[in-house]
């Protein structure tokens, strides 16, 4: 089969400071494959740095077998990628003729793939329910035929009918096309009606891989283990590393002072006020903790 994406030991995030690591996925020719994972697990920081919306902070991204670091708007012309994302790109101002012929988008294949928004051509586009803009969102980035698609969250905020109906057009254009799909998903069980492998990302991580079948088996087991609740989110991620940061440098420059003393005999502090945060928010909740204890 031909790899129309793959990532190789991906590391992504904010600000420079991995958000997940060690992502190793692909993506088939004829595939639809799904991300699932709890809220603040990293699916939606990924699926960007695949679209080259991030850059990454190690690893590869590649499209056809070809490393690319490419932004996005490049690779949706020049890789024939597609994306959707949760935040239903359209042009609100614009009618639903309009925003379905974007970017070479062909008006026929997207009422082909939904008829029922014939019925809307020359309605503004922001007058639509959030089930319709999303039918539009999907429908200009099949139309061009893509050879991958990137989809995050179709389900967000939609009643099941509409989900069933875009992920079914998801499923067709990858059949007839002979494209592929990547789609992040929360909604596992509609997810898996309509793909053919399963990625679960758990605290940043690839915990399972698994074929959609199999994971149907043990969908109750995913549930309860890696599903339910949410995971650490992104800007906890960022901030609990930025304290670790702080702690390795207050350290670096206790050892300093120690060090001025024994040559000296004298203490020199070089360290800022802020510097010390951690250490008396840590001392705080000892003595909070005491205090508890002793009522």
């Not at 996925?25 to 740095?49: I, Q, R």
């Not at 902070?57 to 949706?76: F, I, K, Q, S």
């Not at 758990?202 to 079948?213: E, P, S």
């Not at 800007?235 to 024994?262: A, F, G, P, S, T």
Request: charge should be positive.
């Amino acid at each position: 089969m031909e790899t129309l994406l793959e990532t190789r030991n991906l590391k992504a995030g904010y600000f420079g400071r991995e958000v997940v690591r060690n992502v190793n996925m692909h993506v088939e020719k004829g595939e639809v494959v799904c991300l699932l994972g709890p809220n603040g697990a990293g699916k939606s920081t990924t699926l960007l740095t695949i679209a080259g919306e991030l850059e990454p902070v190690d690893g590869l991204v590649m499209l056809n077998n070809v490393p690319t670091w490419e932004p996005a708007y490049l690779r949706v012309q020049k890789r024939g990628l597609g994306i959707v994302t949760e935040r239903r790109l359209i042009f609100s101002k614009m009618t639903t003729r309009d925003n379905l012929s974007l970017g070479g988008a062909s008006l026929e294949i997207a009422l082909e793939l939904f008829p029922e928004l014939e019925a809307r051509l020359s309605v503004r586009a922001g007058l639509l329910s959030g089930g319709e803009q999303q039918m539009v969102a999907l429908a200009r980035a099949l139309s061009r035929r893509p050879s991958l698609l990137l989809a995050d969250e179709l389900s967000l905020g939609l009643a099941p009918i509409i989900v069933n109906r875009l992920l079914s057009a998801v499923r067709k254009s990858v059949d007839q096309n002979g494209s592929g799909a990547l789609i992040v998903e929360q909604h596992a069980t509609k997810a898996l009606q309509y793909a053919d492998r399963v990625y679960l990302l758990a605290r940043g991580q690839i915990a399972l891989h698994l074929t959609a079948d199999e994971a149907v088996k043990r969908l109750d087991e995913i549930e309860q283990t890696y599903l339910q609740g949410t995971s650490e989110t992104e800007e906890d991620h960022i901030e609990r590393k930025r304290r670790k940061d702080k702690r390795k440098q207050w350290r670096r420059l206790r050892v300093r002072e120690r060090e001025m003393n024994r040559l000296t005999g004298t203490l020199i502090s070089t360290r800022k006020a802020d510097e010390d945060d951690f250490y008396f928010e840590k001392e705080q909740v000892r003595r909070d903790r005491a205090m508890r204890a002793r009522k």
